[in-house]
């Protein structure tokens, strides 16, 4: 038994979405929950480490949990975007997906000096998309050293990525499998 069981009594697995073969873990009825989201803001909040100065969220379910622990932590909130949708001078990024690439990108004027930035997402599956966001933040001038996942699937080996380049990742629930 963790911790968070009760947290994870609230992520509905919905089979063969979007794909055949994949397990989605479904986020929506957590938020649904009053209890279960402040739940969940308060314990990704508390695993946050050291000072913290900017909270970066991927779209789009990284933005609902990015935003919550940024208002806890009392700090400001980066966007990292799909491709197209941010108005200002940007910076992007490329990845592989397991079937073509994808890009994300971000405001080349959000990082302002050095700021320690906490990476947010909803899941780490294989560590792709958080690797990506972690790459841009970076080459913008953040100091990134932790992520935090509502969800992690170990099995894809997305967190044991993320450590390779330094950075302390911390989740709420687990999930075997895809
Ligand atoms: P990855 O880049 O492989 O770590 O995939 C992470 C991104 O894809 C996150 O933004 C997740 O929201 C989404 N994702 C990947 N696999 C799943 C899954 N099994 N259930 C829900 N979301 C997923």
Redesign the pocket.
């Known amino acids: 038994m963790s911790g968070n069981d009760d947290l994870k009594a609230l992520i509905r697995t919905?089979p063969d979405?979007p794909t055949q073969g994949?397990?989605?873990?479904?986020?929506t009825t957590l938020l649904l929950d009053a209890e279960g989201f402040a739940k969940s803001i308060d314990r990704l909040a508390a695993l946050a480490s050291g000072d913290i100065d900017l909270v970066a969220a991927?779209?789009?379910?990284?933005f609902v949990f990015g935003a919550a622990v940024a208002k806890a932590l009392g700090v400001g909130l980066v966007l990292v975007r799909k491709p197209g949708k941010l108005p200002g001078g940007k910076r992007s990024v490329d990845?592989a997906?397991e079937y073509g690439s994808d890009s994300l990108e971000m405001h080349d004027d959000a990082i302002r000096g050095d700021q320690n930035v906490l990476l947010i997402?909803?899941?780490?599956?294989?560590?792709?998309?958080?690797?990506?966001a972690l790459g841009m933040l970076r080459e913008a001038g953040a100091r990134v050293t932790q992520a935090l996942f509502v969800?992690n699937?170990p099995d894809?080996g997305?967190a044991e990525r993320l450590e390779a380049e330094g950075i302390m990742v911390g989740s709420l629930v687990e999930?075997e499998g895809?």
């Open positions: 919905i979405f994949i397990a989605f873990r479904d986020i991927i779209e789009a379910r990284g990845y997906l997402d909803d899941l780490i599956a294989t560590g792709g998309t958080a690797c990506a969800v699937l894809l997305g999930f895809e």
